[in-house]
């Protein structure tokens, strides 16, 4: 154990000074840190959260140093790890036996605990999120008590527990159900938002990934398509992300008195912007470097009321936020199962805005959130929203399940927060 000073998360938007902190390197210290250390007790991966979830006064939990492949059944492609592992050398550990995550997100920093807990995902109308891959959970509930659910013979369990924003118990290992480890063919191309937004459908369901940026100000999106391949590799064109980031937000500071000549700047670089074309092995494909700090509100809609919704969202921002630079990003999910997820039942488009940490991005997100809520959004767990127990309760057909669920595998609360209590409807 180790006293807390501060702590920040990625964006460092939300902070929080536990009582202390913990990082145990066996089972049998997290059932100790469960059973003794003082409560709220909330786990915390790689801080990418921009949600409190993982704030407390209480103990904050680290499994850093619980990481790594346990087993693997090449036939089955399944693997089991350590919840403390992170994305990036879960790929690499995946790669080495012949696994492959059937999708993934463009962040991989989480650890796989963290982004299961909170519904992290890809993009592709016919691909779930991670928490979809699940086939077995260890997990230690609020008693000290460790419990062992597998998909087979615990199926409603393991839906009521998939998505679990690290309050249904300390998850320490995951089974996965992958794929043989594969190579994509990326694609990526620029053209007016119009048609994107008129050929939304059609487009998204085109390619087995599909997913597109729109920059504020330029009237054109930036679509990117993956789809699997045998061809040979090829560079993977330098990541200029940043670099990006950082002519727009030149342009936004200089241009603040002629929007007009910024949209117009923008739009010219746009359409000189070459298409990539490249094959690559899948873990060189999806995630890309983040190092420009923000904070992120995302939405997951009805995958048809998506080109409306982001109309809205776009023509508000151009209207009333002109010093929103970040680019839009607008992808796809498939429905599942999971009593939590904000995937449960529907076909999804998901919208993520985002506001440079730098700046106060509450006024930007309250504005556009109504926006989000009016064709029925569900917040992504980890980033920004305003709701509570009684809009979730309508969101979710399966909330009062969950939450007596909830009830029985931590009764005396160990892992309930403040925030916690507020989205449970709980004191």
């Not at 920040?8 to 929080?16: A, E, K, L, R």
């Amino acid at each position: 154990m180790t006293k807390a000073i501060c702590w920040t998360n990625w964006s460092g938007f939300v902070t929080g000074s536990p009582q202390q902190t913990s990082t145990p390197e066996s089972l049998d210290g997290i059932i100790e840190v469960v059973k003794t250390a003082p409560g709220p007790l909330r786990v915390v991966g790689a801080g990418h959260s921009f949600t409190p979830l993982a704030r407390t006064d209480g103990t904050m939990l680290s499994l850093e140093k619980f990481e790594g492949l346990v087993s693997h059944d090449k036939a089955a492609a399944v693997a089991r790890v350590r919840a403390g592992t992170r994305l990036g050398p879960l790929m690499q550990l995946l790669q080495e036996v012949g696994q492959g995550l059937p999708n993934m997100g463009d962040i991989d920093k989480q650890a796989i605990g963290g982004a299961l807990g909170t519904a992290t995902h890809g993009s592709g109308r016919m691909l779930g999120a991670y928490h979809t891959q699940l086939q077995a959970t260890q997990f230690i509930d609020g008693r000290g008590e460790l419990r062992e659910l597998t998909l087979e013979k615990d199926r409603d369990m393991i839906h009521a527990t998939g998505v679990a924003l690290g309050s249904f118990g300390v998850l320490t290992e995951v089974a996965l159900k992958n794929i043989p480890t594969y190579r994509l063919h990326r694609r990526k191309w620029v053209l007016p938002i119009q048609e994107m937004l008129a050929q939304f459908e059609p487009m998204m369901g085109a390619h087995r990934s599909a997913e597109f940026y729109y920059v504020p100000f330029s009237g054109h999106a930036q679509f990117i398509a993956s789809d699997l391949s045998d061809k040979p590799v090829s560079p993977r064109p330098p990541e200029e992300d940043e670099e990006g980031l950082a002519t727009l937000r030149k342009l936004r500071t200089a241009l603040r008195w002629a929007p007009w000549l910024r949209g117009l700047i923008i739009r010219s670089v746009m359409a000189r912007l070459p298409a990539e074309d490249y094959v690559q092995d899948w873990l060189n494909v999806y995630a890309s470097e983040r190092r420009t700090r923000f904070n992120e509100m995302e939405y997951h809609l009805p995958f048809a009321e998506g080109p409306k919704a982001l109309a809205e969202i776009i023509e508000l921002t151009e209207k009333h936020f002109p010093e929103v630079y970040f680019p839009m990003e607008v992808r796809s999910v498939a429905a599942d199962e999971f009593w939590l997820s904000p995937f449960h039942r529907r076909p999804t488009c998901s919208i993520a805005i985002h506001h440079d940490a730098a700046s106060d991005p509450l006024p930007f997100m309250h504005a556009a959130e109504p926006i989000f809520r009016k064709y029925g959004g569900r917040p992504h767990w980890g980033k920004m929203h305003s709701l509570k127990a009684a809009d979730f309760q309508a969101l979710y057909p399966r909330w009062n399940d969950a939450m007596d669920v909830r009830r029985d595998i931590d009764p005396h609360g160990r892992f309930v927060s403040p925030y916690m209590a507020g989205l449970f409807g709980l004191t």
